[in-house]
């Protein structure tokens, strides 16, 4: 039995496609035989023309359900609010443990999360690490049908000053 296992690299080409000092934490093969990555600054996804980088940040859910990885990417609107893109889907012929690992980078990524009431609804307020930078930024997702208006802005904005003092106290 060998002492120290030495894990399947991916692709070259895939490899090669990276940035320089990006740092593969997973991968795995997809039906298409296209490759998802997922490292230090996100999560690689085929796309049609060439793979696209999802930050860590940005990704909002990721299921993995028979044999099938799905991601929901948030869009951030005017450095305040989240907006879901449509869910996309890659089937995985061999998942590796990039599932896992995905799933422990999108926990990881959320630090905090509050669903407060805002101008007559509800908005979460979501804390989010961004991958080499320090501390925290604050985000928030309309719920529950809340419409984005000037007053409802204004709310959140003051909320999110709020929290982020509180989580600046709360770190020193």
């Given at each position: 039995m060998a002492l120290?296992?030495?894990?399947?690299?991916?692709?070259?080409d895939?490899?090669?496609a990276l940035p320089k000092?990006?740092?593969?934490?997973?991968?795995a093969s997809a039906e298409s035989g296209a490759v998802v990555l997922a490292?230090?600054?996100?999560?690689?996804?085929?796309?049609?023309?060439?793979?696209?980088?999802?930050?860590?940040?940005?990704?909002?859910?990721?299921?993995?359900?028979?044999?099938?990885l799905t991601v929901t990417q948030?869009?951030?609107v005017d450095d305040m609010l989240l907006v879901d893109r449509a869910p996309q889907s890659v089937e995985l012929s061999v998942p590796r443990d990039l599932p896992a690992t995905v799933?422990?980078?999108?926990?990881?990524?959320v630090v905090r999360s509050e669903l407060l009431p805002v101008g007559g609804g509800l908005a979460r307020f979501v804390a989010r690490r961004i991958p080499g930078r320090d501390g925290v930024v604050w985000w928030v997702?309309?719920?529950?049908?809340?419409?984005?208006?000037?007053?409802?802005?204004?709310?959140?904005?003051?909320?999110?000053?709020a929290l982020q003092a509180q989580w600046t106290e709360a770190q020193t």
């Amino acid at each position: 039995m060998a002492l120290f296992h030495r894990r399947e690299a991916p692709p070259a080409d895939a490899l090669a496609a990276l940035p320089k000092g990006e740092r593969v934490l997973s991968w795995a093969s997809a039906e298409s035989g296209a490759v998802v990555l997922a490292t230090s600054r996100g999560l690689w996804w085929p796309d049609v023309e060439s793979p696209r980088l999802i930050g860590w940040e940005h990704v909002d859910k990721a299921v993995w359900r028979e044999g099938r990885l799905t991601v929901t990417q948030a869009d951030v609107v005017d450095d305040m609010l989240l907006v879901d893109r449509a869910p996309q889907s890659v089937e995985l012929s061999v998942p590796r443990d990039l599932p896992a690992t995905v799933r422990k980078r999108v926990e990881s990524n959320v630090v905090r999360s509050e669903l407060l009431p805002v101008g007559g609804g509800l908005a979460r307020f979501v804390a989010r690490r961004i991958p080499g930078r320090d501390g925290v930024v604050w985000w928030v997702r309309l719920e529950g049908g809340l419409v984005d208006t000037e007053q409802v802005r204004a709310q959140i904005d003051a909320e999110r000053v709020a929290l982020q003092a509180q989580w600046t106290e709360a770190q020193t």
